[in-house]
């Protein structure tokens, strides 16, 4: 297991992009982008070598809002493995129909799979069902039958974050990677300990389990010194 944290770059912040990226020197990070605009014009060069000169190392990356059903999905994800060189990417679903998504995807089977890429489609809750093609891990798991189709596990949009650990347990060998972070009724993306889940045993099961993959610290942006005084706390406890 690689534990990261989340940090989210947006166009706002060129210019500024080595202030940015410093409290996370030292650390591993999963590279995030909210909007199509936050991606197509950041300074990707530079963010990479800020980051080289950081020490902070990018091994996986959340791509922007983007699709199947968007005619540019295929150049924005080529282009996020040609920037950054990674194997994994957290992706959201977006609306659709759930039989028309899969057979898009299968249409690009063969280049998704000759640019070596994984795309770890994240859980969102019930209440946004209307809104995406999937959205639960269950769905997720029963669905995804190309090997390039695993999952981002968001505790966070999980609809009962107290069963977090039989939700997880359920798919746990399609997913890629975790994002962690507590919620309550009405907030989520709050640091563990603020909200509903048992984030204790949950951290013990993943490390019984030998989860293999990303964990990744997720936090509302107003929480980031929590975030990293967390993602050391959680890293000692884990490794
Ligand atoms: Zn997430």
């Known amino acids: 297991m690689q534990i990261l944290a989340s940090k989210f770059i947006y166009s706002k912040d060129k210019g500024n992009l080595k202030e940015v990226l410093l409290p996370f ?18 300074e990707h060069d530079l963010i990479k070598e800020i980051c080289k000169s950081l020490n902070i190392e990018i091994p996986t990356v959340h791509a922007p809002i983007i699709d199947v ?21 957290s992706i959201h679903p977006q609306r659709g129909e ?3 998504a899969l057979a898009k995807l299968r249409e690009y089977s063969s280049i998704i799979e000759s640019l070596n890429l ?20 269950y769905q997720m798991y029963l669905k995804f039958d190309l090997p390039f189709l695993k999952i981002t596990f968001d505790t966070s949009h999980l609809d009962s974050p107290s069963d977090c650990i039989e939700e997880f347990d359920r798919v746990s060998d399609k997913v890629e990677t975790i994002h962690l972070s507590d919620r309550t009724l009405k907030r989520q993306h709050l640091p563990l300990g603020e909200g509903l889940l048992p984030y204790k045993e949950f951290l013990n099961h993943l490390k019984e389990k030998e989860f293999g993959g990303f964990l ?24």
């Open 25 to 42: 020197k030292d650390l591993p990070i999963q590279l995030a982008f909210f909007q199509r605009r936050d991606f197509s014009e950041a």
């Open 69 to 89: 059903f968007d005619p540019d999905f295929l150049k924005v994800i080529e282009s996020i493995k040609k920037i950054y060189q990674i194997k994994i990417i």
């Open 98 to 100: 759930i039989e028309s």
């Open 118 to 137: 994984i795309l770890a489609y994240e859980n969102f809750g019930s209440s946004v069902a209307k809104r995406k093609w999937i959205n639960s891990p």
């Open 216 to 239: 990744v610290l997720e936090y509302l942006d107003e929480f980031q010194d929590r975030l990293i005084e967390d993602l050391k706390r959680v890293s000692s406890f884990l490794l």
